[in-house]
């Protein structure tokens, strides 16, 4: 396990400006066509790190103070738990739709440099979804006795179903087969995870540090990078293999 937390931190003015606006207790709705053809281009680069990056804005986007990751870097799964505001079962149906958020309304707020959320904005969740078996268990902070499921790809559609006993407030989401229709990317993961080189570069490693390690050691770059300008939130990464 790698634990990164920080101490508290004030919020700027201009995040209270915008804080009625991002709240997670926002639903998710089709976005505007003026608004979604603006975004419609952005998509995921099928690499773990890009879809570690996606899943925490989310989580960070829904008032997460916990984030919990947990990889599997053989079985191609990537998981990350978060006790932020959940998602009604309204929220889940629409989740991970084209164009589909709760991070933006207005074309005024997707051209603000200072409006408060991150990463792609109503297409993250619809673009990893090309690449992989999405499943979402969540549970909204304004119904904490009801908690809903979603299992989805782009190719095999989706379903939908309550949980007989609900989860503790939050989100988790996990990517299952990564990749299974990207045999390019698949080959060169598993030539990283295995190999005794640097993947990254491909020369010789001089630590003497595995594929796998070398492969960890870009996720945890990834979970830092956010935590240095999120230091009131706390973060940890868990590799499947050593639990």
Known sequence: MVGIAGPPSTETSIIQKYKASVDGTMPIVPLDSSVASKIHAQRIAPDLGSVLLQLIYNSLDANASNISIKVDLQNFMLQVRDDGDGMTLADLQRCGQQSSTSKLQSQSQLQDPHFPTHGFRGESLASISEFCLLDIVSTSRRFPNESTRKVFSSK???????????????????????????????????????????????????????????????????VRGIAVINASKSFALYDAARL
């Open 156 to 222: 095999n559609g989706a379903t939908i179903s309550r949980l007989p006993c609900p989860t503790s407030v939050g989100t988790t989401v996990t990517c299952r087969d990564l990749f299974y229709n990207r045999p390019v990317v698949r080959k060169m993961h598993r030539r990283a995870l295995h190999a005794a080189v640097n993947p990254l570069t491909g020369a010789a490693s001089s630590s003497g540090r595995s594929g796998r390690e070398a492969l960890l050691d870009k996720l945890v770059s990834v």
